[in-house]
């Protein structure tokens, strides 16, 4: 780390420069966009030229600064996996000015990608474990990157996926829950905030379905991503069921601006969460506020 807070820390990112420029986002079309509730686009995307494409390369857990003309650029998680090669999927929640933009995009159109960016989940280390996956609203866009990933490669345990949603209406990724739930190893359970007439399952915050999963917590790996708040709460009653510091794994959002561990905008402490993150473990974590983390400016 420099005197000024500021780290050259993202090797992949050193070798991805576009015409030896890191900020100079590469041009990718949208192929296909699906509704995942009326908050939720997923885009699946390809880079311009086939090189680009058939060369690029991430791993479940990192992310892309992702730009539109005049709206400026967001990091945004990989939604899909690299078992799946051809085109990145990325679930983007409107929030604002960049988000909003794309939301009016159409097929065909173009966006600028820099990336991929950030620490992966550490796939390595969950061999042979069995994974309890928890997720609220948009969480689920970078864990259903790790789920699929898991399912393609024969992942060799258990999935047990929890996921909470405010109504039935925005719960999203519905096609990937129906694939999930008829996969045997795998099982979802799904909760809403609020019920609408209809809704026959769980109701409340997605903590109430902790008490309903049948993993060892000295076998398994749990990971969590979601707001804030209901990251604070899992992580809590994760660790309260046994689950060790090592074994609680979540994504940790902050504001970016560079992504690749230049301009010091997102650090926490002594690390910065675009290159030491996002993905952390709750050993990594211990000690910091996580809501405080996110939201300061
Ligand atoms: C590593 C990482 C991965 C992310 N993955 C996804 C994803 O897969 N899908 C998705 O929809 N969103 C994701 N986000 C959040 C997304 O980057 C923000 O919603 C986005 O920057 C908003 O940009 P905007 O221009 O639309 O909104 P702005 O007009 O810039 O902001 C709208 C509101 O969102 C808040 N905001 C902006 N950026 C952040 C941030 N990083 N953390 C918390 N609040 C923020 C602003 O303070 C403001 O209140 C991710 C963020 C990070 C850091
Ligand atoms: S150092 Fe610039 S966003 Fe992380």
Redesign the pocket.
Known sequence: MSDCGCRKGNEQAENDKNGGNSYLPWPARIEAISEENSQ?KTFVLAFSGDKRQQDYRYLPGQ?LMVSVPH??E????I?STPTRPGSVH????????????MHGLAVGDTVGLRGPY?RPFPLETFRGKDLLFVAGG?GL??LRSVINHALDSEHDGRIEILYGSRSPEDIAFKADIATWEATPKVSCRLTVDVASPGWEGEVGVVTRLLPQVDLDPKTSVALVCGPPLMIRFVMAELSRMGYSDERIIT??????KCGLGACGH?HMDDRL??VD??VFSLAELRGRDVVEL??K?
């Open positions: 939720i992310f709206c400026g967001a990091p945004i998680s939604s990325l679930s983007v929640r409107r929030a604002g000015l960049l988000t909003n933009a950030g948009i866009a970078p994504t940790m959002e902050r504001h970016m997102c969460v675009c993150g996002p996110r939201d400016p």
